[in-house]
Nanobody, 116 residues
Framework: QVQLVESGGGLVQAGGSLRLSCTAASESIFRFNAMSWYRQAPGKQRELVAGITSGGSTNYEDSVKGRFTISRDSAKNTVYLQMNSLKPEDTAVYYC?????????WGQGTQVTVSS
């Protein structure tokens, strides 16, 4: 079974940066239709933050456009979420997702806390 291992979360001051990593075991990330980052804040539903398709197309939630960048490294079989100019509103648990027609996998989640 595919495992997605996340890292890079933590506590950061407003205006700072973090880079989240998601490494897939036993399967190439390019085998999936899309790799995505979701987040869920307390009391709110999970929302799509950023995604990248197997062809390299990207999309972003409006509130993170210009601040966050999703990318991938084939050699490391890893998807990244570079988060700059972080705001307290970005505080949430961030989840990596891998999806294709037959399967949907989730990472364990990593906490991002932005202090004001």
């Amino acid at each position: 079974q595919v495992q997605l291992v996340e890292s890079g979360g933590g506590l950061v001051q407003a205006g700072g940066s973090l880079r989240l990593s998601c490494t897939a075991a036993s399967e190439s990330i390019f085998r999936f239709n899309a790799m995505s980052w979701y987040r869920q804040a307390p009391g709110k539903q999970r929302e799509l933050v950023a995604g990248i398709t197997s062809g390299g197309s990207t999309n972003y939630e409006d509130s993170v456009k210009g601040r966050f960048t999703i990318s991938r490294d084939s050699a490391k079989n890893t998807v990244y979420l570079q988060m700059n100019s972080l705001k307290p509103e970005d505080t949430a648990v961030y989840y990596c997702n891998a999806h294709n027609f037959l399967h949907n996998y989730w990472g364990q989640g990593t906490q991002v806390t932005v202090s004001s």
